[in-house]
């Protein structure tokens, strides 16, 4: 099993582009996540989705769209990328609520 | 959300030193998984304990759920252990909250 994979590794964005970061899960996990690390910081929720066609939002959602049509990809979508943006992104995944998290390797963006 | 805070925030050892890592939680807790994050910005699975205690290799954890800790020992450190120790907690909500995390120093 691979786990969980994210691309891009790293990217750089121009203030108002846009993108897609990509994550996927071979463990058949019907929870999937995705997390911000900001500099010296733990991690903050993003948007979780509980299963395919079902998504709900995190602590910080505001700039970023997901959606979930199968249950291995979790794609989170960028609009009118801004400097505040710039982080870690995570994704994870678990078998259920409650049960233990596996994390991908990191997206590290920067927009400048 | 949970309040997580971690103790101490930064930790220096020499190399064969042991260590205690604290975390404390604000409400009662479905799960709660201790990481290290190394120098590279990748995160480790250590332990999935939501109580009880664990060891794997040199490492152990204790959650005393009903007192809203938990302890992350690691004996006969090396530097490879160097990084940062987060631990993440999931009360009523989906999401693990982390705490701000250790970061441990091991100088050989």
């Known amino acids: 099993n691979a786990g969980v994979t994210q691309t891009p590794k790293f990217r750089i964005l121009k203030i108002g582009q846009s993108m897609t970061l990509q994550c996927t899960q071979d463990m058949n996990h019907n929870y999937m996540y995705w997390y911000r690390q900001d500099p010296g910081m733990g991690l903050k929720l993003i948007y979780y989705?509980?299963?395919?066609?079902?998504?709900d939002k995190g602590e910080v959602p505001n700039g970023y769209n997901v959606s979930r049509s199968t249950t291995e990809d979790f794609p989170l979508r960028l609009e009118l990328a801004a400097p505040s943006q710039t982080s870690v992104y995570f994704c994870?995944?678990?078998?259920?609520?409650?049960?233990?998290?596996?994390f991908g390797p990191g997206t590290r963006l920067t927009v400048t | 959300g949970i309040q997580v805070e971690q103790s101490p925030p930064d930790l220096i050892l020499q190399e064969g030193a042991n260590s205690t890592l604290r975390c404390n939680f604000s409400?009662?807790?479905?799960?709660l998984q201790w990481f290290h994050q190394n120098p590279w910005g990748q995160l480790i699975n250590l332990f999935y304990i939501p109580s009880g205690t664990k060891q794997n290799g040199r490492l152990s954890a204790t959650t005393v759920a009903t007192e809203r800790y938990s302890l992350l020992y690691i004996s006969s450190s090396q530097t490879t252990d160097s990084g940062v120790y987060f631990c993440?907690?999931?009360?009523?909500?989906?999401?693990?909250?982390f705490g701000t995390g250790t970061r441990l120093t091991v100088i050989p």
């Open positions: 993440a907690v999931v009360g009523g909500a989906n999401n693990l909250f």
């Open positions: 409400d009662s807790v479905n799960n």
């Open positions: 989705s509980v299963g395919a066609g079902i998504t």
């Open positions: 994870a995944s678990s078998y259920d609520r409650g049960f233990e998290q596996y």
